[in-house]
């Protein structure tokens, strides 16, 4: 196994880290809420993975109904171009969707990751416009503090600076931004606004009637921005940025795909402002974690625009749109959510609650936060990512720390006693490295 750390190295990049950086733990096996790890120095590991894989495997790994669906896809077929085809799992799979977003979205284009299902609502926003007549609205409004996925159109409208937008001048397109929401308050699995909404609100109607014009489309992680900084916002913002939508003639684009299908204790994070967006797009946890694949769901109105122009098509059609065995997990993984998955992600929150409070007396700790099935402890400095991320296997956790963030959002199908050991293995690693 340390051979295979030894091919990698210098060969394969790892996401966003030096061809010579800190060398990664080698995946012996997965299963259930476990991995199997091997460290540089031999050293073995068997972690509860606190992050899903980034978000993904919220049934964990080697589900039995999971690896049972793309079994049964393999022996039928495991990929064929979808132009001019169709198949089974693509049209259950986009029934499904249907039925699980917001009523008035009915139409679904399969994209092959969320990166690109975002590039996708961009394309779609800006066809709609010129088909309604508006051919000038090209641009984009956004949150700073968001992350909406690392392809130029995507990047574009993450926060600018996080986003290195100045290292990628001319391709990556100008912005309109809006601050960061003021913080919303979280407590007991409810999320309610804070203080300083109607001023984030009026500055929100300035800017927005000033650039109306040359935009298509506001872009928004619903209530809690994920990779930007794991930061949940006033509910009323979003809400108040639905009705300039309105007003403007704007679509509302909910990205979703880190707080879709009951992350947030909600199914979906518009639930907690009681909002419909136009367009959703939705992707990571689809899969349950097995397959890339994302999707994006609009409402007839726009679907609509979009058949009675010119071009009568949404312009995109990557080669592996639909991917069967991708689809085949995705109804295997839509069809585990049930209600009583998703009360478990709530009492998953209420475990995360009690077992982080200790971080909260840390002397490096700057805030503990819960929603849903994400918790997160935030210090007042940056995280000795290797450190502590060495720390928490120790103690039999898998966390992948960023800025000044240590964070989990665990599997759905960990127990109380998993979760438990999560917060412990959590607090136990920022309080060994940063005391
Ligand atoms: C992860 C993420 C993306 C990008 O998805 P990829 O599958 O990594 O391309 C976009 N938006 C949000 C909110 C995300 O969390």
Redesign the pocket.
């Known amino acids: 196994m340390s051979r295979l750390l030894e091919r990698d190295r210098g060969l394969v990049w790892h996401p966003y880290a030096a061809l010579d950086g800190p060398a990664p733990y080698a995946v012996r096996a997965a299963d259930g809420v476990q991995l199997d790890l091997e460290a540089g120095d031999g050293r073995r590991f068997t972690a509860i993975d606190a992050m899903s894989s980034w978000w993904c495997a919220i049934h964990g790994y080697r589900h039995p109904v999971l690896d049972a669906a793309v079994h049964a896809q393999v022996d039928r077929f495991s990929h064929v171009m979808f132009g001019g085809l169709t198949h089974e799992p693509a049209v259950r799979l986009a029934e499904e969707l249907v039925r699980l977003t917001p009523e008035g979205l009915r139409h679904v284009f399969l994209a092959d ?3 690109v299902s ?1 590039e996708v609502a961009l394309k779609l926003a800006v066809q709609y416009q010129a088909a309604t007549g508006r051919p000038g609205r090209r641009r984009f409004v956004a949150l700073r503090g968001g ?4 392809t130029t159109g ?1 990047m574009s409208v993450c926060d600018p600076v996080d986003g290195m937008h100045s290292l990628f001048p001319g391709l990556v397109s100008d912005q309109v931004f809006l601050p960061r929401p003021p913080a919303a308050v979280l407590a007991d699995g409810t999320v309610a606004d804070g203080s300083g909404v109607d001023d984030w609100i009026t500055l929100a109607e300035r800017t927005i009637a000033t650039f109306a014009d040359e935009v298509a489309a506001i872009v928004v ?1 619903p209530v809690l921005q ?2 930007g900084g794991m930061f949940a916002y006033s509910p009323r913002c979003l809400t108040a940025l639905r009705e300039l939508a309105d007003r403007h003639g704007l679509l509302l684009v909910a ?1 979703e ?2 707080t879709g299908f009951g992350r947030t204790g909600a199914r979906f994070g518009v639930d907690h402002a009681g909002v419909e967006p136009d367009v959703m797009c939705v ?2 946890a689809l899969t349950g974690g097995y397959a ?1 694949l ?1 999707a994006v769901v609009c409402r007839t109105r726009v679907a609509e625009a979009i058949t009675r122009s010119p071009q009568r098509a949404l312009l995109h059609g990557p080669t592996f749109m639909g991917n069967p065995l991708a689809c085949s997990a995705a109804v295997a993984s839509l069809s585990l959510l049930t209600p009583a998955l998703e009360e478990r992600v709530r009492g998953i929150g209420t475990e995360l609650e009690a077992a982080l409070a200790p971080a909260a007396g840390l002397a490096s700790v700057k805030d503990v936060r819960v929603l849903g099935a994400v918790g997160v402890v935030q210090l007042d400095g940056p995280v000795d990512v290797q450190a502590v991320t060495r720390a928490a296997l120790e103690r039999g956790i898998w966390v992948r720390p960023f800025r000044d963030l240590v964070y989990t959002m665990p599997p759905y199908v960990c127990g109380p006693d998993e979760i438990a050991a999560i917060g412990a293995g959590i607090a136990g690693a920022v309080a060994e490295v940063h005391g």
């Open positions: 990751s969320g990166s975002v992350y909406h996925g690392d995507a992680e994920g990779a990205d795909i880190a992707g990571k890339t994302a």
